[in-house]
């Protein structure tokens, strides 16, 4: 569904100097870098595919034979000798409360994902980019959206830490935020196919909904045919062996 509405809050005094261009401070970069990185991990589309990832990765680990002798034996040097069918029931009761709990790996790995997506942020040169006149830039639920752009060619739902991932974000109607490696170029004002093709990558990026300042039946048009398609774990963010 497309939405009118305001566009994303940047965080104090490092929203404020990065819409003046001005050179930001260590701490309040890292701060910025911190908010970019916990609006995507903090988003209803990436704690369902993390929560399904880590589910199946989880429950392939404790069928494995190994599993229960390998934590026995882990328990048994801390000096806690436990039998292998007690292991088993609670590994067995863990799994039912995890999967009654879709959430459960998305809050215990937040603060770990924030701080390692925002050290991959404070690598990469930051950009402020400026829509141009009858132009402006949208938002959605999924607001951070990255491509990586290599060899002419560009891949949506590259990794944050991949050296060519391009990491965006819709900061204002007029404002985008771009980081990226410091062997692209990028213009201050950006021309129409760049909000064209942003806001196109925003659509497919977002989950149910897009947000846009004003109605635009333009808008709407693409949000009717192109909304969601970027699936995370599907045609996004595969594992390396996959790429």
Not at 86 to 115: I, W
Request: hydrophobic share 40%; with cysteine.
């Amino acid at each position: 569904a497309a939405s009118s509405g305001s566009q994303t809050k940047a965080p104090g005094s490092a929203g404020g100097y990065l819409l003046s261009r001005s050179q930001l401070g260590q701490l309040d970069a890292t701060i910025w870098a911190s908010y970019v990185a916990s609006l995507f991990v903090r988003g209803e589309k990436y704690r369902a595919h993390m929560s399904d990832a880590m589910m199946r990765k989880f429950r392939d680990q404790v069928q494995s034979p190994d599993y229960i002798p390998n934590l026995q034996y882990e328990l048994f040097k801390k000096g806690e000798l436990l039998s292998a069918e007690y292991l088993r029931k609670r590994t067995d009761q863990f799994l039912l409360q995890m999967e009654a709990s879709p959430s459960f790996y998305h809050l215990g790995g937040l603060e770990r994902n924030t701080v390692s997506l925002g050290d991959a942020l404070m690598r990469k040169t930051w950009h402020v980019i400026q829509a141009p006149a009858g132009k402006f830039f949208i938002t959605s639920d999924c607001p951070v959206t990255t491509v990586e752009l290599v060899d002419g060619q560009v891949k949506p739902g590259a990794g944050f830490g991949r050296e060519h991932t391009a990491i965006i974000l819709s900061v204002t109607p007029e404002h985008l935020f771009v980081a990226a490696s410091p062997q692209i170029t990028w213009k201050s004002v950006g021309d129409p196919k760049l909000v064209d093709s942003v806001n196109l990558l925003t659509i497919q990026f977002a989950h149910r909904r897009v947000y846009s300042h004003v109605n635009s039946p333009e808008i709407k048009t693409l949000v009717d045919t192109e909304i969601n398609k970027i699936v995370f774990g599907v045609n996004a963010f595969l594992p390396a062996t996959q790429n």
